[in-house]
């Protein structure tokens, strides 16, 4: 084996580590070995790797501090190829396979030469809080330029340029408890409620289940504590009502508890989930979780102390020393001194003596510690330094020595000599804080507790908080703390839980622990060394304290101010420090400052997890007509219209080279105008109206009279909101005395729909009507042009006679052998007949329509030509022409108003509004541009005089604007201010180019005025 | 995302399924024509924005389609009742612990049916 | 065809009478993307009712059941979220809402049964509408059929919470369908037309990994 190869700090014997299997990886570059059973962090620990990343602002090296989620500096980015990057992964959290590939993800050109270094140097007085919000404000339009640069000296990982070859999940889960953790606390509760028989999803990010057990040095039913975590965990996979997710990280805690967890399927097996009978399966996965109950037992986070120089990487805090010495084998260095300001901290000295290495001292805040812990180490014979602590932390790429003082923390003073001690490894301990993230994104505000000396959980009904998770650090007390409250999650659902007998716990006495967060220097904090408080973020001590000076006293101003606890951090080592530096700053309690809270996500989620199958071709549902296929088959380009594709033009291929749009939709136009031409109009809404008060329904629901439409008859009609403006349009037709048929356009189907039963269901509920929506049930077929009538008659038994089946008259018959309604309703302006027939048959219908159609030039034509047709027309379309600001007389519909009907229809009182009755309103109008050749922009804005100072009073826009092949010229439609009084004027559009058009207001239509062509 | 009780359902649904369609028991005026333009307005436009109880107008579009009313406390989030249209609601600023006689007629039928979500 | 001036509704038989093709709203599904052979390893097999006869009725409850009950030979489930089969299992009654029932029969039973529920309804106050060219019904069995439901609804389709006899309408993807469980083994999709296809691929995909197959 090569030098590289070796683990010098992996021990021969110990940890939850596969000793036989060996994985290779690469970091920054560089291979190593590791074992199955490792993380990344482990690994890099047992090769000796110190630095892992360079910081955020400072460019400092950094080594690994922690464990697990709260590891704020080990952030690499994964992956071998382009497709397979993933950043912001913690060391600590992913599992070691073979072939792993990592890189840090800050510095540059590397973590040991880091040019931004330079800036961190001499950045240290430069680079107050607060720095980019003063340096780079000024003048606001560089900041992207900054940006740019800041971001590449920081470096946030990167997404991959390329197509992620994974595919991610989510899977809708119901329970009636979800327990987060399988701690102690967490395996008690999931134990008491499943054998009660509820609904049980027992989850935990780490790759094993067990927590705090899985390292612990006690011993449960006097066996070692893993051992009952797995034989809970055994026991808990048999039964049919518990679900276990490993690796599964409760990211967010939203409304109503419905929680989202987040799981990694494959990712402890490779870069990319490993192919299983030729399928690859999910590789991460969100599970929604809605819970009846939450037992939240996500035990608590160790805080650090916070002292000078306390970022060097060989700064750790004092329970990792002990996860990685029991759990993975490795002794993270040779000389250990460790800081504490409790008792249960001890146990990192104690591993790390057992592992064979040195304990060159505990320094112990407290004057005289005394409980079981320490008198072991005392027992054998470890230094321990007592009324001290670490107040600085000496070397550069790694710990060298550890300055250690005696030090009174209430008065925040250094009363004694400092005594410089040789080490490579300081652990340090200042409590532990309980994990509240969860339980704070429910919007509960946590509370202080002073024997704990950290926050626990405010619970809003229904969450509950087990073990550590509130306080209850000892373990006997977390075992039965997560069953009682399991007990109390199911009764309050109604259900019984069974009491478990908890395993025997040897009692142990602890000692108080003081209060200690940040230690004092000889130097005040401004001008002593960096004593860091957020590692990720790089917020110091002394950047809180000159917060807190310039006047920023709210927790969460100061929160903003310095970054501290941002991003993918979420403050998990550093807040409470932060807050105590805060509140001695302001000279106030911690409960007094009060604490930020935290947001989802707790850790950062892959997008891939969180869009699971939302993506690509199934990103969002594509509505399709019972033609498409026939339209895919003959080419058509499509147009999104909410959800449905319709086909937008046709575009032919003539001797080799296909049409433009412009030239597909101009032969299409003339088509329809001078034979004839067909029309998939079957996404538009029809809704079936039945009930013997359903015409009086209709007077009131549409601005126009419905009293005396006969069966057999069509009509147009305008449907308002209360305040007088349009919302929809459409024709209805009556299909016998109580039975209507109503169309409404396409987009606006759903929405009509619910319009009608609000109505109905909330103003008129004596009104005997109902609504079924038939849009999917019926295809629409609009076959229109000259030659329609000809066309049709050849394959339909209905009377066409122009005198026995007039405009806007249906009527019912067979077409092509399939028993259809054909609506005599134009608009295009031409001769035309929508024939609707059930769905299922109108493929057959559309096709011997073609195979008649050959010799009258049946042309299909799609949306874009069926709006040049009725903008020619000056047919308007609900949501183009009008936005919610336009009334029927706005859009010169008086004749669609039926003011002397006897109800008060909706719409009708605010018509009457001194607002709607001004007489500069917008209003609808035609242009013509002066240029022929000129189309406007639709959206552009109207200008009466174009000469006017900037800003121009701007007195309208183009709502709809085309060539008409019919007229050899571009027009528009558009509302001007008291347009309909302007007619003949000129009017300007200044464009963004410099140019200005001329155009003159003309009326709305601007083909067959007397609308002749449709009555033939 | 909430967890809404259709009184129509009569069983808790996803938030998915809903439409929120603002405040409830907002009537419209009876006689239109005899409001003043003051009193059209108010109608139209101004609605209460309660920190608290408020009872709000929702419809169960993906289901039933019917319309129904929620009280929900605008700080917690917390839904006190769902009812069904021309019912009254029992929870209300006045009476944030229920209506006295109500309540208690209430809670004799059955709870779990009237409670709505309570998280 | 109907008699649409004589009476107060429009009674319509919408099917021919020829022997027209008719297609399937998964008919362009099937070409476009497929139908993976059922195998060994199929641990859902999706099947179409294909072509069924679909209509909605509206009205009262106590006044359609006796209607119902008279021409169909079942009662109308009464009760939110459930769903009532005849004998044969061929015709089923689904609540949709106080006053919306869907009834589903083998198709071209839907216009005869249109027409004697309308003579049995007399002059009551109802509707009926026939939706059969806008929707279609697929069945999902096999062991991994519910985890698929879970993949795709966010409604509890737990045994417990969801037994057979159920049927609710929902979410289902970013679409809507109603889903219900006639037997212990089978799960019924009514899907609208429009959204078929969109849900047949996601129901492929979904199923991908559970060796999905389409009878034919």
Known sequence: MSQSLKQPNRLREGGRIDRARTLSFTFNGKRYQGHAGDTLASALLANGVDIVNRSFKYSRPRGIVAAGAEEPNALVQLGSTEAAQVPNVRATQQALFDGLTAQSTNGWPNVQRDVMSLVGKLGGRFMPPGFYYKTFMAPASMWMTYEKYIRKGAGLGRSPMERDPDSYDHLNQHCDLLVVGAGPAGLAAALTAARGGGRVILCDEQEEMGGSLLDSRELLDHQPAARWAEQVVTELAGLDNVTLLPRTTANGYHDHHFVTLHERCTEHLGETAPTVDGYRPTRSRMHRVRAGQVLLATGAHERPLVYAGNDVPGNLVAGAVSTYIRRYGVVPGEKLVLSVSNDHAYRAALDWDEAGREVVAIVDARRHPDGELVEQARARGIRIIEGSAVIEAKGDKRVSAARVATIDAEAFTVTGQAETLACDTIASSGGYSPVIHLASHTGARPTWNDEILGFVPSLVKGVHAAGSARGLHDLAEGLADGSAAAARALAALGLSAEAITLPQVDARREGTACALYQVPHEKPTLRAPKQFVDLQNDVTAAAIELATREGFESIEHVKRYTAMGFGTDQGKLGNINGMAIAARCLGKSIPEVGTTVFRPNYTPVTFGAIVGRHCRELFDPERYTALHQWHVEHGAEFEDVGQWKRPWYFPRTIDGKKESMDEAVARECLAVREKVGILDASTLGKIDIQGPDAREFLGRIYTNKWAKLAPGRARYGLMCKDDGMLMDDGTTSCLAENHFLMTTTTGGAAGVMEWLELWHQTEWPELDVTFTSVTDHWATMTVTGPEARKLLAEITDIDLDRDSFKFMDWREGRVADVPARVFRISFTGELAYEINVQANYAMHVWKTLFAHGEKYGLTPYGTETMHVLRAEKGFIIAGQDTDGSVTPEDLGMQWAVGYDKPNSWVGKRALSRSDTRRADRKQLVGLRPKDPKVVLEEGAQIVFDPDHAIPMPMVGHVTSSYYSPTLGSGFALAVVKGGQSRMGETVYLPMADGKTHAAEIVGTIFVDPKGERQNV | ?119 | MSEQTASWYNLYDARPQAEVPAESPLAWSYQHSGRPSVGEKSRVVLRERALAGHLILRGGAIVLDEAVRQVLGVGLPGRPNTLTLDESGERSIQWLSPDEWLVIVPGGEEFALEKRLREALGDAHYAIVNASGGQTLIELSGDKARELLMKSTPYDVHPEAFPVGKGVTTVFAKANLILRRPTEERWELVLRRSFADYLYRWILDAGAEYAIGVEE
């Open chain 2, 1 to 119: 995302m909430f967890l809404i009780y259709c009184p129509y359902c009569e069983e808790h649904r996803e938030e998915e399924e809903f439409h929120p369609k603002g405040q409830a028991h907002i009537a419209r005026p009876a006689d239109p024509e005899a409001c003043s333009d003051e009193q059209w307005g108010d109608y139209l436009f101004f609605r209460d924005n309660p920190r608290g109880i408020h009872h709000e107008l929702w419809v169960h579009a993906v289901g039933c389609r019917k319309f129904f009313n929620i009280t929900r406390n605008t700080v917690s989030y917390e839904i006190l009742e769902t009812y069904r249209m021309g019912e009254q609601p029992r929870f209300t600023a006045e009476y944030p612990e229920g209506k006295p006689a109500e309540a208690a007629a209430a809670r004799a039928e059955e709870v779990e049916r009237q409670e709505g979500v309570k998280a």
